[in-house]
């Protein structure tokens, strides 16, 4: 296990830690736009994760899958947005 | 050489990354919140893509990664501002301490009398009004 396996590893234990605090603030968040924002940021820790699992067994092709996952995260916050104005107009 | 570079650039996007989320916890207010989750999580994500790059030296992993750093950098900021957007409409409260709140006063035309540009903020106020009859009208 070369240093660099190791980093990687550290990084992904840390990268794993931080999506474990923001579940809770998924958990305990007063109001919807909390858990909307807290989803949000476990998708961009996702991406994050997938990248570094890419360098870790060498499979470039892991990377197109964030890259549709970056696209995803958008059209999930503007959905629930968007649904969120209707509900509040009625 | 490389992988020292890489390493470097990875664990800065890791521990920006977890600032973030520490401050996802222990932010008071839903607003601020957005602005810990907007710029610090997309610096983070933006450092491992260019660590990732680095470290395979290739163009074809480069262009990848520049496309997810792009699409991050376009629809993070458009993102939070539609839902910090709805959460205000919706009614979730701000701190306690926030003094200045000039959506509220944007939406009640008292902006206009405080500031000096009066021509150029009208202007923009009517195009805003216009906008909201649209929206209702729908």
Known sequence: MSWFEIVLLFALIMLSFSGAIVFVRIIVGPSLPDRVIAFDLIGSITIGMIALYSLTTGVESYLDAAIILSLILFLGAVAFAYYMRKSHKQ | ?138
């Open chain 2, 1 to 138: 050489m490389i992988e020292i570079l890489s390493a470097i650039v990875i664990l800065t996007g890791v521990l920006f990354i977890f600032i973030s989320s520490i401050g996802v916890i222990r932010l008071p207010d839903f607003y601020i919140r957005v602005s810990a989750i907007t710029k610090a999580a997309t610096l983070g994500v933006a450092c491992i893509m260019i660590g990732v790059a680095i470290h395979y030296n290739e163009v074809s992993v480069a262009i990848k990664a520049a496309a997810i750093v792009l699409f991050l950098l376009i629809t993070s900021p458009i993102s939070a501002h539609i839902i910090g957007r709805a959460a205000y409409e919706d009614g979730v409260p701000l701190w306690k301490k926030t003094k200045i709140n000039e959506f509220r006063d944007y939406k009640e035309g008292k902006l206009d009398d405080q500031t000096g540009d009066k021509d150029a903020k009208q202007g923009g106020k009517g195009e805003h009004q216009k906008g909201l009859e649209d929206d209702q009208k729908n």
